[in-house]
């Protein structure tokens, strides 16, 4: 029961964290971005990028940033929990034959 526990520790971990990389990631280039605006010499540069992204988050989310950030983060929550499912499945099968 132990393993079974294990596992589902390991595969819950694995999941949240896949889900929430993608906001952190999306949230501090967003941020960055803000705050180099306020750099004289980058205002120009820094102006128009923050809202291809938005517009680029917009194409996965029917319109709304936010649900496209939410659709690539459960992408991303989904794949992350299928690699721990298949790297817990490669764990027995070479702990089985060694």
């Given amino acids: 029961m132990s393993l079974f526990t294990n596992f589902l520790r390991s595969f819950l971990l694995t999941t949240v964290f896949s889900f929430i990389a993608p906001m952190f990631i ?6 960055c971005l803000c705050l180099f605006g306020f750099v004289p010499g980058l205002q120009g540069l820094t102006e128009n990028i923050p809202n291809q992204i938005l517009h680029f988050l ?13 659709v690539i983060s459960l992408t991303f929550g989904f794949v992350g929990g299928l690699f721990d499912i298949y790297a817990y499945y490669r764990y027995q099968i070479l702990r089985i034959d060694s």
Avoid: M, W
């Avoid at 999306?26 to 941020?31: D, K, Q, S």
């Avoid at 917009?58 to 939410?70: K, Q, Y």
């Fill in 58 to 70: 917009a194409t996965f989310g029917t319109g709304s940033a936010v649900n496209g950030l939410f």
């Fill in 26 to 31: 999306v949230g501090g280039i967003l941020i």
